[in-house]
Every structure is written in structure tokens, then in C-alpha cells.
T-cell receptor
Framework: QKEVEQNSGPLSVPEGAIASLNCTYSDRGSQSFFWYRQYSGKSPELIMFIYSNGDKEDGRFTAQLNKASQYVSLLIRDSQPSDSATYLCPGPKDDKIIFGKGTRLHILP | DTEVTQTPKHLVMGMTNKKSLKCEQHMGHRAMYWYKQKAKKPPELMFVYSYEKLSINESVPSRFSPECPNSSLLNLHLHALQPEDSALYLC??????????FGPGTRLTVL
């Protein structure tokens, strides 16, 4: 079983709509969860982290965590063309962090 | 200082060359990482240093040799690379067990 599963996309969302990205983990011991954004040719940039069940909001971004279901999501409200990127949610395996394939998000103008 | 720096930004080398990639952070992080990323693929973990000791080596070929001279610096020594080693090499740092911060990467081309 893969440690981290994401829909690789591409996910196309109209500008101004809500983009919803999802990630599931196989490690029940996971305590902390992160979302990274990576533009083409650039390095990953941390955009959200969440440790507790429930929602965490930061500007247009909301992370939702359900530890029992081993599921974390990222909602992007009022999507902008600048949100077009690959979104990565690394997950733990043993003592290290493993990146899944990531979800390519394309915001349609 | 809240960033991870990497030099050089671009590197072109022949298969017989020896070169080094450098990474530096001044955030007091005690864990540092090397990743390799091919186009349209996620970053692949290569090495992890924790408290200046190599803690993880993901079965990386010996032509890649990491070094951590002190808590702020991380090097990756390259020797006798193959064209398939061409990729973006990313350095990251973190406090142990929490979110990682990435440098801008070194784009490596092996001819």
C-alpha cells in the first residue's frame, strides 16, 4: 500500500471557484500533515500545516484533517490563475517523509 | 534568516567530472535533506542528516556522497555521474520531525 495517495489530476477549476484537493495516508501514527505548492521548475513551498482534527484556515486556504479516516484535504477559495501548480502532501514512512505524486491544479481563466 | 540557499543554481558536468552541490541554512534547524526530482515527478528522498549525522540513505549510488560539515551546511559531492542523474536537486531543512523548508534547487545536467 502506498504511503500517500493523491489524485494526480490534472484538476481543472474555473477562476473564482473552490478547488478541493485530497490526500490519504496509510500510516495511522501520522501526527502532522503538510501541504506544499510547487510551480513548474521551482522548489516546493510550504503553504499549510495541520496537527489537529478539524479545519485550519489561512486566507483563501483551508486544510481539513480527519485522523480517523487518515484523510487530509486542502480547499482553495476564490481560485486564481496563480494557484495553478502541483500540490504535494508528504506523508510519514518510518522516520522519514515521503512525497506522493502530487495533484496538478489548473485554474481556468 | 529564514531561507535555505543552494549553490550553484545550474550545473553542467561531464561523466568524468567531480563537482559539489552546497546547501546552507541559518534557521537553527537540526535536520537537513537531499532530494532528487525528475520532471513531472515528486521529490525523491536521497539522504537525511539529523544532528549532523547521516540518519537515512535511501540506497543512493555511491557516486553521490553527502557531507554535513556543521549544523548549517550540507554538501553533495558528485563523481562519475550518468546522464540519467540529470535532475533538480533539492535541499531542505527542518527541526526534527516537523515541516521542511526547501531551497531553490540546483538544476544538474550530466553530459
Amino acid at each position: 500500500q502506498k504511503e500517500v495517495e493523491q489524485n494526480s489530476g490534472p484538476l481543472s477549476v474555473p477562476e473564482g471557484a473552490i478547488a478541493s484537493l485530497n490526500c490519504t495516508y496509510s500510516d495511522r501514527g501520522s501526527q502532522s500533515f503538510f501541504w506544499y505548492r510547487q510551480y513548474s521548475g521551482k522548489s516546493p513551498e510550504l503553504i499549510m500545516f495541520i496537527y489537529s482534527n478539524g479545519d485550519k484556515e489561512d486566507g483563501r486556504f483551508t486544510a481539513q484533517l480527519n485522523k480517523a479516516s487518515q484523510y487530509v484535504s486542502l480547499l482553495i477559495r476564490d481560485s486564481q490563475p496563480s494557484d495553478s501548480a502541483t500540490y504535494l502532501c508528504p506523508g510519514p514512512k518510518d522516520d522519514k517523509i515521503i512525497f506522493g505524486k502530487g495533484t496538478r491544479l489548473h485554474i481556468l481563466p | 534568516d529564514t531561507e535555505v540557499t543552494q549553490t550553484p543554481k545550474h550545473l553542467v558536468m561531464g561523466m568524468t567530472n567531480k563537482k559539489s552541490l552546497k546547501c546552507e541554512q541559518h534557521m537553527g534547524h537540526r535536520a537537513m535533506y537531499w532530494y532528487k526530482q525528475k520532471a513531472k515527478k515528486p521529490p525523491e528522498l536521497m539522504f537525511v542528516y539529523s544532528y549532523e549525522k547521516l540518519s537515512i540513505n535511501e540506497s543512493v549510488p555511491s557516486r553521490f556522497s553527502p557531507e554535513c560539515p556543521n549544523s548549517s551546511l550540507l554538501n553533495l559531492h558528485l563523481h562519475a555521474l550518468q546522464p540519467e542523474d540529470s535532475a533538480l536537486y533539492l535541499c531542505a531543512s527542518s527541526q526534527v520531525g516537523v515541516e521542511q523548508f526547501f531551497g531553490p534547487g540546483t538544476r544538474l545536467t550530466v553530459l
